[in-house]
């Protein structure tokens, strides 16, 4: 057990999870669980960074433990907990702080585009620091592997640098870790906006399928799905809305899109689609219903976050100390 290679990964608590969160992420935290010794959290901290309802975030928090648990993470192997119940975090997101740099926090993509509108003068100085708050997480753990969504590449790579430069100043202290992005599912689209990423804030619910939709709402979602123009079904640079509908069927019946494409040649967008809906229904209702039931016990779901919690601290504060201590804090 102890031997094994670690990973950690994250989902924010806010707004509801969808087929672009399980596809891009939490479908491999479950596959990963097998081989790793495996930290998966719910970084309530992170969604902290805009305004959020207190009771909204509290129910949040326990819903994607449920999720987490119905999509297949297993207890006894995955250590499940909420980021802000081991304050080793924000600890080592300050000694983080005192590593990073004002230019490369300003260069980070989501950080602009989070800003876009109010504007970075108005936005939380946690909206900025953000990502070495998410480098601390993954440094805590000395993770090697973190499975995530395209999107959270440029984060990623922010922790590999920060880790690289406080060995560099303070003796080789941290594991420089690997990002893992999946093949197929690392960024599916909006539905009614294929250009656009299928985003928990997204104000269209068109645009996303929540993993606890029930099933003729995702059959009415992918029915009213964008098309592109033409008739095959094909996944072509000049058909964005038809590729991201081939990614999904891919990911969820585990095949590879060329595979998906042979099986719809010389069929047309109305087959496919009807098939898809039933696909998403079979891969997701499962879930959806595990959760449900979860959450109608939440003192039972408290209680695995709190273990979990005691878990991830007892490797967390060690590495905290070492960190510290190498900083002269001691
Ligand atoms: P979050 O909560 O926005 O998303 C959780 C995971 O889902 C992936 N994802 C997607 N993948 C494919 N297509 C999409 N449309 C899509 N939308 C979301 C994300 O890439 C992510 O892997 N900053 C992170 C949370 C975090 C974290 C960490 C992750 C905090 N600390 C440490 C890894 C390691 C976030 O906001 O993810």
């Excluded at 202290?173 to 093949?183: G, S, W, Y």
């Amino acid at each position: 057990m102890h031997s094994k290679e670690r990973v950690f990964s994250g989902i924010q608590p806010s707004g509801t999870s969808h087929l672009g969160t399980y596809l891009g992420a939490l479908k491999n935290f479950v596959a990963l669980q097998d081989d790793y010794e495996t930290f998966y959290c719910i970084v309530d901290l992170h969604a902290l960074t805009t305004p959020r309802d207190p009771k909204v975030l509290r129910s949040s928090v326990r819903e994607i433990a449920a999720i987490y648990l119905a999509a297949g993470l297993d207890p006894s192997r995955a250590i499940i907990f909420r980021q802000s119940s081991v304050g080793e975090h924000a600890e080592l997101c300050w000694l983080m702080n005192c590593v990073a740099k004002v230019g490369e926090l300003s260069r980070m993509t989501q950080f602009k585009d989070k800003t876009q509108r109010g504007g970075a003068e108005a936005a939380s100085v946690g909206l900025y620091a953000y990502p070495v708050l998410q480098a601390a997480d993954i440094l805590l753990y000395n993770a090697h592997l973190v499975p995530v969504g395209e999107d959270q590449r440029q984060h990623l790579e922010l922790a590999r640098t920060l880790a690289r430069r406080f060995n560099n100043l303070y003796g080789d202290t941290f594991v420089v870790p690997e990002i893992m992005i999946p093949k197929t599912g690392a960024r599916i689209m909006a539905l009614d906006e294929p250009t656009a990423k299928m985003s928990k804030s997204r104000p269209t619910p068109g645009g996303y399928i929540s993993l606890l939709d029930e099933p003729d709402e995702i059959r009415r979602k992918i029915r009213r799905a964008k098309t592109d123009s033409g008739t095959e079904v094909t996944a072509t640079p000049d058909k964005p809305a038809i590729s991201n509908l081939l990614g999904i069927y891919a990911g969820l019946s585990n095949r590879t899109v060329p595979e998906v494409e042979g099986q719809y040649r010389g069929k047309g967008y109305g087959d496919f689609k009807k098939d898809l809906a039933e696909v998403v229904v079979e891969g997701l209702s499962p879930i959806r219903e595990r959760a449900l039931e979860l959450l109608d016990d939440p003192r039972e779901l408290d209680a695995l976050l709190e273990s979990g919690a005691e878990k991830a601290r007892a490797v967390a504060r060690p590495v905290l100390r070492d960190a510290a201590s190498r900083m002269g804090l001691d």
